[in-house]
């Protein structure tokens, strides 16, 4: 509540006139009064009546859980301090709601004989109570107000709801967009003046809990003028990315240094706080730290802390990770991939597999110094935000998903979700269901109440159809009629949903050639690629050394990662048929063989992995005479092996002789051990195997 001391209003004879606010009964700030007012004035403007009763029927099941699932991450961070801000108020005739950015409520909880009073007001789920429905209210006023807002009594521009006292706070993104009203309503009798200080901090507590799941991977500095205040809510957290830019604030932060959300966005620490990202990386490594005391550019003491928990910042923030999250096969959710103890990790919680709260890299980070690769980042900065379809072809394992989460990233839908659906994955009977939904009573069973499909769930965001080209063909059918009418129609209703989304597709087919077998219609081939772009295979890049270093720069456990002059030599032979998936395979199965001095040597590469050079030790036998001449050196070649070679045949004259040499050297060095043998050669065990059954030809 407002100080005291702050200009109070009383009744006024003018009050009694119903055409403007009836003031409540009690004495609160003329601000307050003047919110009241306008709020009344806006609902007279739009013809609403104080005495006649509208009729609102709350949405029907299906449209609820819409909004709900559409909402479930808000919810999902709210519902937890729903409950601790019930238990504080249980017993006093009131009820906890949570409503969404329109003003529908998604949640409420409360005192069980409140609630049904509360209901006769259809103050309940899937009942809008945004202004033009409801007239003055707590969650419809602090929508338009954008700031705490208490609706008290008669100040109510409905009659009927006179008998309410309601409290609301907007619940606000880091960048200062509504997400949707936390507000407690109670019987009027009941009003407290702690109460409005109450749900103020609970928004404030979710806000904070967003703020951390959106920025899980930057750094986050927590700062307040009193350092017994960090930790609270109470302080300040800004995020800031790894270029040094503060991408998001908690309202804290803009409350102590007296900024809008946008003048913050344009600062950095240096310009705040005058310390550098790397200073306070070094600072804040050790969780010894204490806070940092600094002076903002008015000169105002602070006390700083910061945290991170990405290996991301191991190195100052220089270095951003190649890999965010993919389906093929790289890790994916929020928290970045590091190499702990030998082990690959991710973020471990529900928090993080969150598709909306998947954190990937823009763009920018996917060029690591290929020609090809900074041709199609730049088509695609080109085309952003533009409503132009992308189509993604290239090779299985080369992180077409990577790509599309870098887009999504990268445009102004990077807060809504990003939903995947592989078509090659669901069960053609199935996948109508999982795209477009289907209503309550289509199917029995488990699946009898509905569900709202992928597009649908992407609303506001992006839809990444992954191998499109395995779509059925009747489904492409429908699919078509959605692009072009912006509208999902649910198995079993005949009600469509108006949708908005970004359409991403990726396949490994040469969709032409479906086009003339008749299994991909030509229209929606024309529909979707608006800008086709082709990844190249890892054969094909030139920066190899570039995504290995990055890579393995994702090591947090300590250990220094990199590879043996031999094993990068295998790795430059390699062919890589599964592209970036089969790299991040190979280097995490290296990492967990990898000593602590982290060189990982040809011993800790999979028996299996030299499968993939071309045509296998043969090919490249002339290139590797020196190093089988080293072998046969370091080893003498035991009695029961073939005769030494003529002097000729060093030099590279017999290579059938050469190769058995040195098979037959590795194998003794190796004590027999074949896999051994075969990880020194570069080379599979079959294929040592296969050479010792072989003998030379005369001719040779």
Known sequence: MPPDSAPVRRRTPRDVDRSRPIASSLALPSA???????????????????????????????????????????????????????DQIAGTQSMVVLCDAAGTIIHSIGDDDFLSRASQVALQPGVNWAEPSKGTNAIGTALIEEVPTLVHADEHFMHANHFLTCSAAPILDPRGNILGVLDVTGDHRSYHQHTMGLVRMSARMIENHWLSDDFRNALR????????????????????????????????????????????RMQSPESLFGTTVAALVDRFRSPLATPMAVRTERGNPLYLHARFNSPLWRDGGSAAPLIAGSADGLPAGGERPRL???????????????????????????????????????????????????????????????????????????????????????????????????????????????????????????????????????????????????QVTPLGSARSVPVSVAIICATHHKLREKIEAKAFREDLYYRLNGLVVTLPPLRERTDLAALVRRMLDAGGDGRCLHLSAQARALFERCTWPGNLRQLYNVLRTAAVLAGQDGLITPEHLPDDFPDDFPDDLLHHARDRVDVVAAALAAEPVPSRAAPAMAPAAAAGSSLQHLELQAIRAAVASAQGNIAQAARQLGVSRNTVYRKLRCKPSASS
């Open 221 to 264: 500095l927590h700062f307040h003028s009193r350092p017994e205040f960090i930790g609270t809510l109470m302080e300040g957290i800004l995020a800031i990315s790894p270029e040094g830019r503060i991408t998001g604030a908690n309202r804290g932060a803009l409350e102590q240094l007296g900024l809008s959300g946008a003048a913050l």
């Open 32 to 86: 307050h009064v003047d919110v009241i007012e306008q709020s009344h004035e806006r609902c007279a403007a739009l013809g609403l009546s104080r005495i006649e009763r509208t009729d609102f029927a709350p949405l029907g099941r299906a449209d609820l859980t819409v909004v709900r699932e559409r909402n479930q991450r808000l919810y999902s961070h709210a519902a937890p301090v729903m409950e601790m801000l019930f």
């Open 340 to 486: 702990a103890g030998g082990a690959w990790t991710g973020a471990g919680s529900a928090a993080g597999d969150r598709q909306e709260a998947a954190v990937s890299p823009g763009l920018a980070h996917l060029l690591t110094g290929d020609p090809q690769m900074a041709g199609v980042v730049a088509k695609l900065q080109r085309v952003l935000d533009r409503d132009i379809p992308v189509l993604v072809l290239g090779d299985t394992g080369t992180g077409k998903e990577w790509l599309a989460r870098a887009i999504h990233q990268d445009s102004l839908r990077s807060r809504q979700p990003f939903v995947v659906v592989n078509c090659a994955s669901i069960p053609e009977p199935e996948i109508e269901a999982e795209l477009f939904g289907y209503a309550e009573g289509v199917y029995s069973g488990t699946r009898r109440r509905g569900a709202v499909g992928k597009i649908l769930q992407a609303h506001g965001g992006t839809l990444f159809l992954d191998e499109i080209g395995d779509m059925p063909l009747p489904l492409q059918t429908q699919l078509m009629r959605v692009l072009q009418e912006r």
